[in-house]
């Protein structure tokens, strides 16, 4: 285990920050944290990257107890509300970061190029971070992250400014992290993006973990399956007499709820059966936003 949390704990006075979080996040592990505004994501990380103390509980990052200093130089951190000296160019930051880092010397131009370079920033490296968009300081502070090749990189919200392809680029720099062994723990709003990439997820609200696990688990759920098809001779409802329900009809298209996947080919072979033209048959996922929506709004979703 990369992250190993025990009921951790923050209150800041008496508004709590994060209560008895219980969190393990192995190697190689792409993990995402969620939840609304305000629940409590940033402080569970800067609790983890040392810049706030836990009030109670206890955590292990890399097998060390939090604040283990050689097990810190093996962490990365983009924070949620990045501002950098803008008076530097972005090869200058990348600078201080690999000294702050103890590159070596005569290593730190050529991996200080070669972030540049994962993060497309290298033409406007000389300029300074003043005149960067949004996008471009956020991609700078991804670099800053990366600069020491982490085992464990912490991103919190690393692509809110960027447009969808710099998301893209992050998302495959993230699944590159991930195919050398790394593991990265992210926040993020972005559900459908998370999805796309992360193994686990644990979802947060009001400071306590609701719903955790990994996505293929807790996207698992009911099955239902989209159908097109045209001149079924019969009622859909003989079709699928015994398999389930039908949830949507319109004409062509079908919305039917099965009661377990391995009606999934039985319903395709009635359908030809019934003389019906099969265009399509495809089981619909449940989403995260769906999973996300229904932990957090709970009875209301
Ligand atoms: N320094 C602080 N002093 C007092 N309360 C704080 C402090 N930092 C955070 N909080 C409170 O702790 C709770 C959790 O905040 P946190 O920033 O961790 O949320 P978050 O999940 O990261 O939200 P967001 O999605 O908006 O970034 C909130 O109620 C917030 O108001
Ligand atoms: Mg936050």
Redesign the pocket.
Known sequence: MVIETHDLTKL??E????EKICLSVGEGQIFGFL??????????VKMLVGLIKPTSGTAKLLGAPLGDVAARRRLGFLP?NFRYQDWLSGRELLYYHAALAFIPRHERESRIDEVLRMVKLSAAADGKIKTYSKGMQQRVGIAAALISDPDLLFLD?PTSALDPIGRLEVREIITSLRDRGKAVFL?S?LLSELEMICDSVAI?KG?RVVEEGTLTELLKGRVEVEVTASQLNGSIERVIDGLGRVLANNGSYLLVELDSEDMIPTLATRIIEAGGKLYNLSRKKRTLEELFLGAVKGGEA
Request: charged share 20%.
């Open positions: 800041y006075g508004k709590v920050g994060c939840g609304p505004n305000g629940a409590g994501k940033s402080t569970f949620e919200e926040n709003h947060i400071g």
